[in-house]
């Protein structure tokens, strides 16, 4: 037989033997932390009080801006830390990582308010979650984003600056508080020709705790803010 062929079916048949053992060892680990687990309750975090959410957005494209709202393609970043969901990898073969559909575990129920009278919830369920052993979830679901930029009859160079605002809908930081991952959005992937009568100028982030009437408890609120040069 040639050896080129012998090799290559080597490397098929050390592959087919490894497979079962591995998915036997993410189909375990599956079953371990989905075992009593519940999605609807916020998890423990590290200290056993607030549960931290970093939060980041990706730009990928401007899609437009038509009368006087801006929309974009995004991905939302979300990180946090859940006691619950740890394990020990010697005891699953090594496995460090798994990703899950995001449906079965809790996520923070974050919404972006639009600026003009609108809410949007975070809910792709689409978008797997990744575990690791140490607890640490992310969740990265594709987002296309919609909000209000005020501004007059644009001239060539005139330049505009929007916002993308997100909130826990129900969590004062007594539960849940937001952190940013940067103080800038991810530019990594931007698609610059994509729309050629707009060139992003500059992008930052903060994060605002801010307390309303309603109620004494203060809530978090991440703003991410672009500016944009229009070409005509």
């Known amino acids: 037989m040639n050896y080129k062929v012998l090799a290559v079916l080597s490397c098929i048949g050390i592959a087919v033997c490894s497979k079962p053992e591995t998915y036997k060892n993410r189909h375990h680990l599956r079953d371990d932390l989905m075992y009593k687990y519940e999605k609807d309750v916020i998890p423990d975090s590290v200290d056993g009080h607030v549960v931290n959410v970093s939060v980041g957005v990706s730009l990928l494209r401007i899609i437009d801006v038509d009368n006087q ?64 052993s140490n607890g640490h979830v992310i969740w990265m679901p594709p987002m296309k984003t919609k909000t209000f930029c005020s501004h007059g009859e644009l001239q060539n160079g005139d330049e505009i600056e929007c916002h993308l605002t997100f909130v826990s809908w129900t969590h004062s930081t007594s539960t849940l508080d937001l952190k940013l991952e940067a103080d800038v959005m991810g530019t990594s992937s931007f698609d610059v020709d994509f729309n ?33 040069r229009y070409v005509a």
């Open 69 to 132: 709202i801006l929309t974009l393609d995004t991905y939302i970043s979300m990180g946090w830390e859940a006691d619950n969901l740890k394990w020990r990898p010697g005891h699953v073969g090594g496995l460090e990582q798994i990703n899950l559909p995001s449906e079965l575990i809790w996520k923070p129920d974050l919404a972006m308010m639009e600026g003009a009278g609108r809410t949007v919830f975070i809910k792709t369920e689409e978008a797997n979650v990744i575990i690791n």
């Open 196 to 228: 050629p009568h707009w060139k992003l100028v500059s992008t930052h982030a903060d994060i605002e705790h801010k307390v309303y009437s309603c109620c004494p408890e203060s809530y978090a609120q991440a703003s991410f803010t672009l500016r944009l």
